[in-house]
């Protein structure tokens, strides 16, 4: 069993839609988590960071962390087509460690 | 602010020659940086793990006399992929974990730099 599951889609929705991007882990160690856009032929870009369980909310984005469950969720209202990218979960049990990367879903949104 | 910059963006090259990837942080000073291959539509493979003033620490399965990382200073890191072979063409990217920009536990990546080599 890999160590962080991710469903890599593709995801298709019409602009407007809330998207929900979900990944699980094994590692109940893990204590850090995060959420990269990736656009086509770039390097990664953080949108959200999250420590231990909760939710954080930034404009459109919402990140949600069921540590429980092990399960964690990235939510984008009012999509737009702009946001049409790869978006690869990232988490680490320690501070200024390597991350463990989901393979990334991949969302188009249709204008 | 946390820049990170590679250079250079995109290389092509001939089969037995050797390849220098630079990784700069350019508005911080970085006390790890990462370097991360990434095969098409897959996700990123940690190679290594580098910190300033000491050896580079390789994953399981990444040849260190074939991908020579030398991280010089707080703010750069080179990797050399040497007598680079076909299998060796992919998307690297590199990373840096930052000292007081954001929470260190975060890492700000590169713009990569796409390798092929013929």
């Known amino acids: 069993q890999k160590e962080v599951e991710q469903d890599p889609g593709p995801l298709s929705v019409p602009e407007g839609a809330i998207v929900s991007l979900n990944c699980t882990y094994s590692n109940s160690a893990f204590q850090y988590f995060m959420w990269y856009r990736q656009y086509s032929r770039k390097g990664p870009e953080l949108l959200m960071y999250t420590y231990s369980s909760g939710n954080k909310e930034d404009g459109r984005f919402t990140a949600q962390v069921d540590k429980s469950s092990k399960y964690i969720s990235l939510f984008i209202r009012d999509s737009q087509p702009s946001d049409s990218a790869t978006y690869l979960c990232?988490?680490?049990?320690?501070?200024?460690?390597?991350?463990?990367f989901g393979k990334g879903t991949t969302l188009s949104v249709s204008s | 602010g946390a820049v990170v910059s590679q250079h250079p963006s995109w290389v092509i090259c001939k089969s037995g020659t050797s390849v220098k990837i630079e990784c700069r942080s350019l508005?911080?000073?970085?006390?790890?940086m990462f370097w991360y291959r990434q095969f098409p539509k897959q996700s990123l493979m940690l190679m290594a793990t580098s910190n300033e003033g000491s050896k580079a620490t390789y994953e399981q399965g990444v040849e260190k006399d074939k991908f020579l990382i030398n991280h010089a200073s707080l703010t750069l890191s080179t990797l050399t992929v040497t007598s680079a072979h076909p299998e060796d063409s992919s998307f690297y990217i590199c990373?840096?974990?930052?000292?007081?920009?954001?929470?260190?536990?975060?890492?700000?990546f590169g713009p990569g730099t796409r390798l092929l080599v013929l």
């Open positions: 508005d911080f000073q970085a006390t790890t």
């Open positions: 990232a988490m680490s049990d320690q501070a200024g460690t390597a991350l463990i």
């Open positions: 990373s840096a974990s930052s000292i007081g920009q954001g929470p260190q536990e975060t890492q700000y």
